[in-house]
């Protein structure tokens, strides 16, 4: 009888909690066992435990002793108690004494006993299903939902507002701003007279699709027009968040460097669009425009790149002409 | 430091997997972790520990899978081993590949008493 283990590679774990796992709770595990058995049925995973009885065990007890230094560790910043019980345990484990009662075998054994419990489920799993919930939204209203992404500085918050300037009268449109702290983008945004909602992460570095949903209630989504969500600026951590937006916009200036993207593929891989902004201070600088294009192109092959400047407006009919394009998608979705 | 975050999921689907007292500690935590995928695993370690503080897969330990990068190349009309976003087909040296594995962020399986 041993617990449901895959294989070697579970091994070290069960001789870890091995001696650990009968002292601290010696009843709570009478009582566990019981109902554990019942779920693992109930969820059909009896691939999973009929395999796994037979091989575990034999290995459990090899590796005894690694295991005991790990956990210990672990308890003694943790909790001052259970030092002291695994002491008792060891004793206890040995010898099969137990202070109140006599423990059988069988019981002992069972209470040691590992299972294995498939889970094969995507670790951003609760993020994509919320996702998936706001890009259901955007396509029943016909709205194009782009997630805007970039390293501080790069000129998010300037491009929004001059774009929102411009395009003012046509599409419906709104904001939702994602920083750290303050309101201060939000407010800029509307002076604008657009619509904007700011979201403080706190100590979080990007936006999840929950917060999206949150903001949404507040903001409304903008019917065939555009909700332009300005991520925080970080050019790592808000590449694998989906928000349910149709496509990642992501600006890089010129004063950052040609290898940018080759340095933060993620983003650059994640995003549809790349936006060289401030192409307006080219004549000061060394910056070669072609290498950064070929550079984001290694990552992202079908990605397109335009270049902008929001200060003297080069290419921003092309950015608008580019939203434009993806609005007439999103509507007729 | 979004695997703080992403500690927090893990954490999060393992006791959901617990919810009803299926089991009352788990012992090992094993985790598919592309090669590709968005992030760093020690930092995922280090969030792990954090967040599994004073539920039932404190102290379990993480297990974490690398499996490899594949892509398919769509000059050499095959598939080949991949290690980094940007770098070129190993075949063609080319950059016209599409991932297709490797950049998975699962929990696979646990070890629980």
Redesign the interface.
């Known amino acids: 009888m041993c617990?449901?283990?895959?294989c070697g590679?579970?091994k070290?774990?069960?001789s870890?909690?091995g001696h650990e796992?009968p002292h601290a709770?010696a009843h709570?595990?009478d009582?566990?066992h019981d109902?554990?058995h019942d779920?693992?049925h109930d969820?059909a995973h009896d691939h999973?435990h009929d395999h796994a009885h037979d091989h575990a065990h034999d290995h459990a007890h090899d590796h005894a002793h690694d295991h005991d230094h790990?956990?210990d560790h672990?308890?003694d910043h943790?909790h001052a108690h259970d030092h002291d019980h695994d002491h008792d345990h060891d004793h206890g484990a040995t010898g099969h004494a137990s202070p109140s009662a006599r423990v059988d075998a069988g019981q002992e054994r069972a209470?040691?006993?590992?299972?294995?419990?498939?889970?094969?489920?995507?670790?951003?799993?609760?993020?994509d299903r919320f996702a998936a919930v706001n890009r259901r939204r955007f396509a029943d209203s016909g709205t194009l939902a782009l997630n805007l992404v970039s390293s501080p500085g790069a000129g998010k918050t300037t491009l929004l507002v001059r774009t929102l300037t411009d395009l003012k009268g046509g599409r419906p449109m709104a904001v939702i701003e994602g920083d750290q702290q303050t309101s201060l983008d939000a407010d800029r945004i509307r002076a604008t007279g657009v619509p904007a909602r700011q979201i403080n992460t706190g100590k979080?570095?990007?936006l999840?699709a929950d917060m999206i949903s949150d903001a949404l209630a507040d903001v409304g989504v903008p019917e065939h027009g555009v909700l332009f969500i300005e991520n925080v600026g970080n050019l790592?951590?808000p590449?694998?968040?989906d928000l349910g937006e149709a496509s990642k916009v992501v600006l890089v200036s010129v004063t950052e460097g040609e290898d940018k993207?080759?340095k933060y593929?993620?983003m650059?891989?994640a995003a549809g669009l790349v936006l060289v902004t401030k192409v307006d201070l080219l004549p000061h600088l060394d910056f070669d425009v072609a290498a950064l294009e070929a550079?984001a192109?290694?990552?992202?092959?079908r990605a397109e790149v335009l270049r902008v400047s929001t200060r003297s407006g080069e290419g921003l009919g092309g950015w608008y002409a580019w939203i434009e394009a993806r609005c007439r998608e999103a509507c007729a979705g | 430091?979004?695997e703080m975050?992403?500690a927090q999921?893990?954490v999060?689907?393992v006791l959901d997997?617990a919810s009803?007292?299926?089991?009352?500690?788990v012992?090992?935590v094993?985790?598919s972790i592309g090669a590709l995928a968005?992030?760093d695993p020690r930092s995922l370690e280090f969030g792990f520990?954090v967040a599994a503080?004073g539920t039932v897969a404190?102290?379990?330990?993480l297990?974490i899978e690398r499996p490899p990068g594949s892509a398919w190349c769509t000059d050499c009309n095959k598939a080949v081993a991949v290690a980094?976003?940007?770098e070129?087909c190993p075949g063609c040296g080319g950059?016209?590949?599409m991932l297709v594995g490797g950049d998975?962020?699962?929990?696979?399986?646990?070890?629980?008493?």
């Open positions: 617990g449901v283990c895959g590679t579970t070290e774990g069960v870890a909690h796992a709770h709570d595990h009582h566990a109902h554990a779920h693992a969820h999973a790990a956990h672990a308890h943790a209470r040691r006993e590992a299972r294995l419990v498939k889970v094969e489920r995507d670790i951003l799993e609760k993020n979080m570095c990007h999840d790592v951590c590449a694998g968040f993207p080759l593929p993620d650059f891989h550079n192109r290694k990552v992202n092959p | 430091m979004h975050a992403l999921s893990v999060d689907l997997q009803g007292g299926a089991f009352v500690r012992r090992t094993r985790l968005q992030v520990d503080r404190e102290g379990a330990e297990v980094a976003h940007g070129s950059y016209q590949w998975e962020m699962r929990v696979v399986d646990l070890e629980v008493e």
